[in-house]
């Protein structure tokens, strides 16, 4: 068995429900090895994402942990058995693998939706915004890993999922660059508004008592809400969160926010004020 060096986000939820089936059932991996008939080290290298398994073991596993939700079993079988390439794997060993991460989520999603607090989204961002946010890193980065990211970047804009935006209008007015990137900015949001897939909700400053659009939050809709991803940012890196009891909470926060926001036509109002303002 040849483990893996780096394993996927996709790669590690399927070793993390694997383990969360087994854990309920109340079995250990000594136990669970014995029935599949393996070494208890090969139960903790598939549970760690370090191996894979074939859909015939996780069919297997799945029975003897009693699990009987069969779109369930299905989704977890499509992702042992994944073996896409996708176009974000050129960039291995040259981003950092949190950026791989994200597109492999993305590509897999069946919707998106974003809150936002201090930048536009990254996939409504034009490229000159995204140099102005990438450009004012810490750590500096080199103008080569600059203009990586924003092809990188690029790339992810091409989707055509349902997505839904929710930015302050405090991520609208902070100039990351110059005026007229900002303004151009804003032109890019109001076309993009347009989309049948994409949907902007903008959450003005003069709303009273609001609090709950306190930080950036990315959701991730999987194949079933039970495989849904939460990406937090952290200073450290991005944060995957899919613990039901979070992602629940993370599925009312976002339904509080986008409650309190602007409908989409009243968004694209503000956002043309703001932008008759530059």
């Avoid at 109340?26 to 014995?34: D, E, F, T, V």
């Avoid at 779109?71 to 992702?79: N, R």
């Avoid at 597109?103 to 961002?125: D, K, M, N, T, W």
């Avoid at 979070?246 to 602007?262: G, H, I, M, P």
Wanted: with cysteine; aromatic share 6%; hydrophobic share 40%.
């Amino acid at each position: 068995m040849v483990k893996r060096r780096e394993p996927t986000a996709r790669q590690a939820r399927l070793a993390t429900e694997l383990r969360r089936l087994r854990e309920a059932a109340g079995l250990n991996s000594r136990q669970a090895a014995a029935l599949l008939g393996v070494a208890p080290a090969q139960i903790t290298h598939i549970e760690s994402a370090l191996a894979g398994v074939s859909e015939q073991r996780v069919r297997r596993l799945a029975s003897h942990y009693a699990c009987v939700d069969e779109e369930f079993i299905d989704a977890l079988v499509a992702m042992a058995t994944d073996r896409t390439q996708g176009w974000w794997e050129e960039y291995r060993g040259f981003l950092p693998t949190s950026f791989l991460d994200l597109s492999e989520l993305e590509h897999h999603a069946r919707f998106l939706r974003h809150v936002a607090i201090l930048y536009v989204p990254g996939l409504l961002q034009t490229e000159d915004y995204s140099r102005a946010v990438f450009s004012s890193r810490l750590p500096e980065l080199t103008d080569e890993e600059v203009e990586l990211r924003i092809r990188h970047r690029k790339a992810r804009q091409e989707f055509s999922i349902p997505y839904e935006a929710v930015i302050h209008e405090a991520a609208l007015r902070i100039r990351v660059g110059d005026r007229a990137t900002s303004r151009a900015q804003l032109a890019r949001l109001l076309e993009l508004s347009e989309a049948d897939h994409i949907t902007v909700r903008v959450v003005p400053f003069d709303l009273d008592g609001f609090a709950r659009a306190s930080s950036t939050m990315t959701y991730v809709g999987g194949p079933l809400p039970r495989l849904d991803t939460v990406i937090r940012d952290a200073l450290h890196g991005s944060a995957l969160i899919d613990s039901e009891a979070q992602l629940n909470t993370y599925r009312t926060s976002f339904r509080k926010v986008e409650a309190a926001s602007l409908d989409p036509g009243q968004s694209r109002d503000l956002i043309h004020s703001l932008a008759r303002e530059l």
